[in-house]
Each structure stands twice: as C-alpha cells, then as structure tokens.
C-alpha cells in the first residue's frame, strides 16, 4: 500500500506536475532526495497514466527549468504498478537550499510548507562552502585503476615546486599523502577523477567559422581523468587562436591574440571549481570567429562576483577542496583564489576584452578574439611552407627548426607540442607539423599513447 512520507510524494496526474516539483523541492531540502510517483491517487490507488512518445521530456525539462539548483540527480522512469502505466521521479541533492517556482519548501511529515526567513536564513547560513562530501565518496575504484605515471609525475613536480616533501614510494602512500583513498582502499571520486585511467570524464570541444553554430564546423568529445582533459583543452585552444610574428634580433618570437596564461588560468578555473556531481552536463570550450567560450557546469559558490576574489574583498570559495589542493601542488594553481586576478591583469595589459556569466547551471567565462591577428595567421602559414620548400631543396637534411626539436626531446622525451613551442617560439602548429615531418624521414620515433608516451629519437 502506497503511502505518503518524507520522502515519497504521490499525485493523481501530470495535472498536478508543479505541485510534484514543489514536493521534490521540499524533499531535497528535508533529506536531500525523495521521489514523486505520478498516476498514483494520494490515497495510494493506482490510477495510471497515459504516457506517450514525450510524456518524460517534457517532466524532465519542467524540473529543469524550475527546480533551482539543479539536483546532481535526476531520474525520470516509466515504470508498471498493478498492470498500470505510472511515471516515477526520484531527485538526490545536497546543495539545499532548494527552491522550485522562485519560492523556497521544507517538507513536514507529507506536506510541504513554505519556509519563512529566518528558516531560509539559517539554511543560507549553515551551507557548506565546499563540495566535500562528493569528492570523499567512495567509488568501486582501485589503485590498479589509476594512470600511476600522471600520480609519480605529480608528487616529483610539488616536491620540486616545494609544495611537498614527500618521496615517492607507492601509488597507494601517495594517493593517502593526497587524501584521495577511502578506508577501505578504494578511490574517492576527487582520486578518481583525478588519476582515473578508465576515462572518468568527458569534456566537448568545438571550432566554428563564424559566431554561429549553425554554421558547420569541427565538434569534438573527449575523454580522460582531469588531468588529461585540462591539456586537451589547453591544447585544442591553442591549436585554433591566432598568432603574429614579431623579429626580436634575428629571431621570430610568435605571439598570440589572447595571452596564453590567461587562458590557461581560466581552462584550469573550469576545472578545479566544476560541479562534477552534475549529470549531463560538460565543460565545454568553444572557438568562435571572434570569440573563445570556456564554460563548466556549476555556479561560483553563493554567487559571488570573481571581481571581489580577484580584488581579495573576499576568499576563494572552493567548491572541490581535494581537487583543488592537488591541482596546486601540482602547479596548475599558485594560490587560491589569485586566477581571476591574473586574468585580469593579463588582459587588461594587452587590451583584451572579456566577459562572464555566472548562472545557476554553470560559469562562462569569454575571451574576446582580436580579428587582426586572421590574416597574421594566414600570411604567416603560407610563409612558413614557402620556407620549408626553400630549406627543402637547398638540402636534404634537418634545417635549424627541426634540429631544436630533435634537441629537446633528446633532453626530455616526455616534452609535448605545446612546451616545443613555447622554447622554440613558435606556434604548437607548427611544431607539430615538423614533428610530423620528422617522424615520416624516420628522425624520431613515438612509443606510447599521446598522453603517456614518449618519444625517442634515431
């Protein structure tokens, strides 16, 4: 027999779909999650529901839209009582309060009253600054699951960096030296998110010719831990912006339209606070023709403006505390709280324009593109394949571009594009056609995956 709860909330029909919202609302707030069963009378008969090609779709898209935040779970079933069509809603959440309509429930035995003032205050003033619980959960992960080459490369750079003293002496000390073990010896989702070798995250990348998507262009899914989701994107950024040459001596230095550290300050922003817990959802980095979107889902704690961070009239709220202390003594962060204000800084020194949005599902922050950088782009492509024709004919062997590289990875075989570019100054493009070059004439061979390997050099 169906009976109504605290957790459990029955409605006749979708008639009555605001009222189940309402409910979920006053359910997450009492116990963080309930369920609503809809072609259920309230005094447990089954009436059944007719449910057709869009009946959930348009559920689900009315919670969206309506119940604020968006709990991290959202499940809508078709299922079958007593021979009997019924929709079932379950919602799981911790980040009360929540509301539903712009108005704020608390759920009492099987009815949901309206918080007043001095309730919600008290909610507001009890939230938790942090996320903490999620990254502490335990997942049916284990050490053996962990990519233990991203994990030694990390404890070797915060030791160097002096962030930590600590020698490296097992995947499961170092990972307890980090906090991203549960007790029973599994990973906690912080752990594996972070070193996961089974691809815990997805992130979407996209390049479009003009400032539409309806235009086609490039749309890209990749998956991997944070850590190799974060060069991805760094590195798929870098690959479609715009860089002009300027001679300093007898050298060309390539600069590009957006200060790379700049970006680079945002990227790993949309990493360290991103609301991991949220389904369906995805970071996101999008290269338009006059602009770069770097989204990721989940709002800036408690709404504050990154201009107080970036000012220090406030601290850093850090909603992924492990995450974020890992990703510092790794050096992706050099102190909380401090990347909004580089990025400010960084733009305002070479005139960037910028803007960011701050909204319940998520935080987007843009970059505008300098357009003068395009054809700066183009002459300086055509200029270097005109270049490595003229260098191809005079002689058969490697030219001064070519024997830098090989140079590099003599020293580092781990070296990416990315770090080639920046020593030799020039674009990753173009570093990485000479690598291709160089390893179709058989100079240089890759052993590995991109992201783990390494090269050798003949």
């Known amino acids: 027999m169906w009976k109504e709860n605290e957790k459990l909330e029955l409605k006749k029909s979708l008639a009555q779909l605001k009222e189940g919202v309402i409910s979920l609302s006053a359910m997450l707030n009492k116990g963080h999650g309930g369920e609503a069963y809809f072609g259920i009378n309230d005094d447990g008969r089954v009436i059944g529901l007719d449910i057709g090609k869009k009946t959930i779709a348009d559920v689900t898209h009315e919670i969206q839209n309506n119940l604020k935040p968006l709990p991290y779970n959202v499940q809508v079933k078709e299922i079958e009582e007593e021979g009997k069509k019924v929709l079932r809603v379950l919602v799981e959440?911790?980040?009360?309060?929540?509301?539903a309509y712009g108005r704020y429930y608390i759920r009492i035995n099987d009815a949901d009253i309206v918080m007043n003032s001095d309730q919600l205050e008290k909610y507001f003033a009890e939230k938790e600054n942090t996320y903490s619980k999620w990254e502490e959960q335990e997942t049916t992960y284990g050490i053996n699951d962990?990519?233990?080459d991203l994990l030694i490369d990390c404890i070797r750079t915060a030791n160097d960096k002096g962030r930590i003293e600590y020698v490296y002496k097992n995947a499961e000390d170092a990972l307890n030296k980090l906090g991203l073990l549960a007790e029973s010896g599994h990973l906690n989702n912080a752990g594996w998110y972070l070193f996961g070798n089974n691809k815990?995250?997805?992130i979407k990348e996209a390049n479009y010719p003009t400032d539409s998507r309806s235009e086609f262009g490039e749309i890209k899914e990749f998956r991997g831990n944070i850590l190799e989701c974060m060069k991805e994107a760094m590195s798929y950024i870098q690959n479609h912006i715009s860089y002009k040459a300027n001679i300093v001596g007898f050298q060309r230095e390539?600069?590009?339209?957006i200060p790379l550290r700049a970006i680079r300050e945002i990227v790993v922003n949309s990493f360290a606070h991103c609301s991991y817990a949220v389904k369906g959802d995805f970071n996101q980095y999008i290269v338009y023709r006059s602009q770069i979107s770097i989204y990721n889902p989940g709002p800036i704690l408690k709404g504050i403006d990154p201009l107080k961070f970036a000012s220090g009239h406030v601290g850093s709220k850090i909603r992924n505390v492990l995450i974020a202390n890992t990703l510092f003594k790794y050096g992706y962060i050099d102190?909380?709280?401090t990347g909004f204000d580089r990025t400010f800084t960084l733009c305002a020194n070479d005139n960037i324009r910028y803007r960011y949005q701050n909204s319940e599902f998520g935080f987007t922050f843009i970059?505008?593109?300098?357009l003068d950088f395009l054809s700066d782009r183009i002459n300086d492509r055509i200029s270097d394949r005109i270049n490595d024709r003229i260098n191809d004919r005079i002689n058969d062997r490697i030219n001064s571009l070519d024997q830098a590289i090989l140079d590099i990875l003599k020293t580092n075989k781990y070296a990416t594009t990315t770090e080639i570019a920046k020593?030799?100054?020039?674009?990753v493009t173009t570093i990485q056609r000479h690598i291709d070059s160089l390893t179709k004439a058989g100079k240089v061979?890759?052993?590995g995956s991109r992201k783990t390997g390494y090269w050798e050099v003949n």
């Open 254 to 257: 390539e600069v590009p339209e």
């Open 367 to 370: 970059f505008y593109r300098n």
């Open 93 to 99: 959440g911790d980040d009360t309060p929540y509301s």
């Open 423 to 427: 020593e030799t100054k020039k674009s």
């Open 445 to 447: 061979t890759r052993h």
């Open 200 to 202: 815990p995250l997805m």
């Open 146 to 148: 962990i990519n233990e």
């Open 335 to 337: 102190a909380f709280g």
